[in-house]
């Protein structure tokens, strides 16, 4: 027998090894490591958040929050942890937050308090976790300032084309430019036409209510910006034929050619 086999055989057994590879060891310390990560992952999400995160027991006292949620109200991280979230909310929006187990996997939209005193609109979303081994509740609070504004936006926009549109006493129309079908009709053109509204979005084409529909007017070039003032004759729904003085304008509208029609004048009715 060599040296070197001699060797191994009589070699003394390394009393640390069970220890080392012991299956129960190998699955503790995996177990640890991925504590700790999962504890990395959470703490990089909570400070790195858009969103205010709040950390509360069920009282509604603070236990923790994250950066974005000093920003929201204005008050360092020392500031916030202890104080009760009530404290946070204006006055005539407090049972908002109350009783924030109650909204667990939900949403609600409320006020917060930022600097200086002034009203922050935000929606709230609640989580029940498990924290510092203790029952309590995470609050996700997100500013929606910007969706408020855009929101009144849309409802001035929408109050305008009433106003400009809908509700005005020249009869109008818009139509798509491809495919010569209405898209919108005022009440104007409406009581004129003495169609409906689902009637006209029906037709197969603006022509179809042409005196002599087989003596179609020509079409506008499907062109951008483009007016034209011109006369027509139409058939009312009761078959009296309208002559009428129109302005036609195209534009683009959502991303399709359509051209805006107004009645300034009717010239005759017979």
């Not at 057994?13 to 990395?40: C, G």
Request: glycine share 4%; hydrophobic share 40%; with cysteine.
């Amino acid at each position: 027998m060599s040296f070197l086999r001699l060797f191994v055989a009589i070699r003394p057994v390394d009393s640390n090894a069970k220890r080392r590879y012991d299956p129960t060891t190998v699955t503790a310390e995996l177990s640890t490591y991925e504590l700790q990560e999962r504890e990395h992952l959470f703490r990089t999400v909570f400070e790195n958040s858009p969103d205010a995160i709040f950390i509360e027991d069920r009282e509604g006292n603070v236990l923790d929050a994250n950066p974005a949620a000093c920003r929201l109200h204005g008050l360092s991280h020392a500031q916030l942890v202890g104080m009760n979230a009530s404290s946070l909310v204006p006055p005539d929006h407090r049972d908002s937050v109350l009783h924030a187990e109650e909204l667990v996997e939900g949403e609600v939209e409320s006020f917060s308090l930022g600097t200086g005193g002034r009203r922050i609109p935000v929606s709230i979303r609640t989580s029940e976790i498990t924290y510092m081994g203790r029952a309590a509740l995470l609050l996700q609070v997100r500013d929606i300032s910007e969706r408020r504004r855009t929101d009144e936006a849309l409802r001035e926009s929408e109050n305008r084309y009433r106003l400009l549109f809908a509700l005005n006493p020249q009869p109008m129309w818009v139509y798509d430019m491809e495919t010569q079908r209405f898209i919108a009709v005022n009440e104007a053109a409406l009581r004129l036409y003495r169609y409906s509204r689902d009637e006209f979005l029906q037709m197969e084409s603006i022509h179809s209510i042409l005196f002599q529909p087989g003596r179609e007017e020509s079409d506008l070039p499907k062109l951008s910006k483009l007016v034209e003032v011109t006369n027509a004759r139409h058939r009312r729904k009761d078959g009296a034929c309208l002559t009428v003085e129109l302005t036609q304008h195209t534009m683009s509208l959502d991303g399709r050619l359509v051209a805006f029609v107004m009645i300034s004048k009717v010239i005759s009715c017979r």
